[in-house]
């Protein structure tokens, strides 16, 4: 089903979420992550996937009573990402994420980037500077805003604005960048632009990207898992999952049976 | 297929362009059926029927193209649609070539019936191999109908059958054509007539191959017998 000869980056083993109300909202769901491709989780709304991707960055620490129950195993040094005596910042500057809404802080171009170096107590300006750019660079941003470093992030448009979301992410040098609906909130242009940027940086970052847009899971991912009611259902090579699907659920779903 | 979409709109085009497919393949079928009689009942208006009708094939299959292509832009069908679709696209391309084998036929049948001929050949062999050849087009096109994929095996194995009673046509023209050279021209149109069914047998059995693409996912194209009824039964 899937390529072996790829190394696994993350693994995520039997784990199952509580919400603090007591709700249930991830069942059991075991999963490879690859190392340097795209993986996606596609869901109906409430399916799980959003929650377990931000398993992934200790997001739900954010909130008491939230219980995660199960393991992510990030390799290749075996660290259960989810054990108590993990620390979540730790956690985050090894795996960074990508919202929906692109959410630039109230700071110039350059100090978005230059966030997280400063997080790390980085304060050696050439240092920063070189990352600011690397970063802008990589998020194929730095030629719009070179010029224009010292403006506010929010006088760039939303697809910029996103691309410096992803550029404040890839300047810590993360492992795993996560992507929760990173263009739903952008037109066709910007999306393709982002999706673009994706596959430029697969191959050098691995990626997990949450999408309702189950075209954009075909054309941009390596792998998809099909997500619903908090169980994984199905996970396999995109490929495979968009022409033929071993699940009736998982075929009903990408079809628009689903209902 | 068991559940409807969302888009009812998509369900009426999906089984829009299915019953035009199969239209296509009824009126075939009666291509065949129509010059084969017209060849060994002599019958020179059913032969020119045969070939006036062929422009219904070619507009079914440019209908056919063009519908998938607006499901194709307009959907993006994945998975059993996208199956279907593509199964239905390589499917018109196969009939239509059989809705030239059967003008091919009607145009020999015209050519034995000219009044100069010394020599009229029975066509016991042909006959034999033609109801062939439409048995198999019917199969196909009701394991289409059925998304049946378990008739791709007995297709496959008429397709042999059908093959040797071309060789074996073959061998006894060839007798005709030693004995008295006088046969050869006459004994050559009826080898072309026998290559024509035996080429209709051939296009029947690729479209239940995309039946079993379409039901199963699996492709059995070019692969032997044994694994062929492997990949059906499980």
């Not at chain 2, 089984?15 to 079928?29: D, F, I, Q, T, Y």
């Not at chain 2, 059967?102 to 042909?126: C, G, L, N, V, Y």
């Amino acid at each position: 089903m899937v390529n072996t000869s790829t190394p696994i980056k993350a693994e995520s083993k039997n784990l199952n979420f509580y919400y603090s109300n007591g709700h249930l909202a991830l069942k059991n769901v075991s999963m490879p992550i690859y190392e340097n491709k795209i993986t996606a989780l596609i869901g109906p709304s409430g399916c799980g996937k959003s929650t377990f991707l931000r398993c992934f960055n200790r997001m739900h620490d954010l909130y008491p009573g939230n219980k995660y129950d199960g393991q992510i195993v990030m390799h290749p040094d075996n660290t259960n990402i989810l054990a108590d005596g993990v620390d979540p910042i730790e956690v985050r500057m090894r795996i960074s994420m990508v919202f929906q809404k692109p959410n630039p802080f109230p700071k110039t171009i350059f100090e978005n980037v230059a966030y997280g170096l400063r997080v790390r107590d980085e304060k050696n300006h050439r240092v920063v500077a070189d990352k600011v750019e690397e970063a802008l660079k990589g998020a194929s941003l730095w030629n719009e805003v070179k010029d224009r470093l010292n403006d506010l992030a929010f006088n760039l448009s939303g697809g910029q604005q996103q691309r410096l979301c992803i550029a404040r992410a890839l300047a810590t040098d993360p492992e795993i960048m996560l992507f929760d609906e990173p263009t739903s909130a952008l037109d066709p242009i910007a999306t393709a632009n982002i999706e673009e940027l994706m596959n430029e940086l697969r191959g050098k970052l691995t990626i997990l990207v949450v999408t309702h847009n189950m075209q954009q899971a075909a054309r941009i991912s390596d792998y998809t898992a099909y997500m619903y009611l908090g169980e994984m259902m199905e996970y396999g090579d995109t490929d495979t999952i968009f022409t033929r699907p071993v699940r009736k659920e998982t075929e009903d779903y990408i079809t628009g049976k689903f209902g | 297929m068991s559940s409807e979409h969302i888009y009812k709109q998509y369900d009426a085009e999906l089984e829009s362009v299915r019953a035009k497919v199969l239209e296509m393949g009824s009126l075939v079928e009666q291509q065949i059926v129509d010059a084969l009689e017209s060849l060994v009942k002599s019958n020179a208006k059913l032969a020119e029927n045969v070939i006036k009708k062929d422009h219904l094939v070619n507009d079914l299959e440019v209908q056919v193209d063009e519908d998938c292509s607006h499901i194709i832009a307009r959907r993006q069908p994945a998975a059993s649609d996208l199956r279907m679709i593509l199964m239905m696209i390589k499917t018109i391309t196969d009939l239509e070539r059989i809705g030239d084998e059967a003008t091919k036929i009607a145009r020999f049948s015209q050519k034995t019936q000219e009044t100069d001929r010394m020599w009229t050949p029975r066509f016991a062999e042909i006959r034999t191999m033609a109801n062939m050849a439409r048995e198999m087009l019917h199969i196909a096109l009701d394991a289409f109908a059925r998304s049946d994929s378990a008739k791709v095996l007995k297709i496959a194995e008429m397709d042999q059958q059908l093959d040797e009673h071309y060789q074996m046509s073959i061998r006894h023209l060839i007798t005709f054509m030693l004995e008295d050279p006088r046969t050869i021209s006459m004994s050559l149109e009826v080898l072309f007539i026998a290559k024509a069914i035996e080429r209709i047998g051939d296009h029947a059995k690729n479209i239940s191959e995309y039946v079993v693409y379409m039901v199963k996912g699996k492709d059995v194209r070019h692969i032997s017998m044994d694994a062929m009824a492997d990949e059906v039964r499980d």
